[in-house]
């Protein structure tokens, strides 16, 4: 089994910055997928970030050019960079790996945007 642990959320105000991370335990290896979700309240989830194995980089428009994803592939982690941060962007944040024909989800860490 697969277990995804994340950490890194917290307060921060209008323009500060955050980095999440989600580190992946139990058997795996590359190539594998990994994707950052959010899900404010009263709305749906909607996705972030991807970053696969390789160099291959989606994020979602109302991030793009403040958020950024990397990985480390010897540490099976995945990191989000958050920069310029927004009220609007107070949400859950949810890690998400694909590997094996499988999916695995993160608990959640909260992200708190506010003055």
């Known amino acids: 089994q697969v277990q995804l642990v994340e950490s890194g959320g917290g307060l921060v105000q209008p323009g500060g910055s955050l980095r999440l991370s989600c580190a992946a335990s139990?058997?795996?290896?590359?190539?594998?997928?990994m994707y950052w979700y959010r899900q404010a309240p009263g709305k749906q989830r909607e996705h972030v970030a991807t970053?696969?194995?390789?160099?291959?980089?989606v994020y979602a428009d109302s991030v793009k050019g403040r958020f950024f994803i990397s990985r480390d592939n010897a540490k099976n982690t995945v990191y989000l960079q958050m920069n310029s941060l927004k009220p609007e962007d107070t949400a859950v944040y949810y890690c998400r790996l694909v590997f094996g024909g499988n999916e695995y989800w993160g608990q959640g860490t909260q992200v708190t945007v506010s003055s």
């Open positions: 970053r696969t194995t390789g160099a291959g980089v």
């Open positions: 139990g058997s795996i290896s590359s190539p594998y997928v």
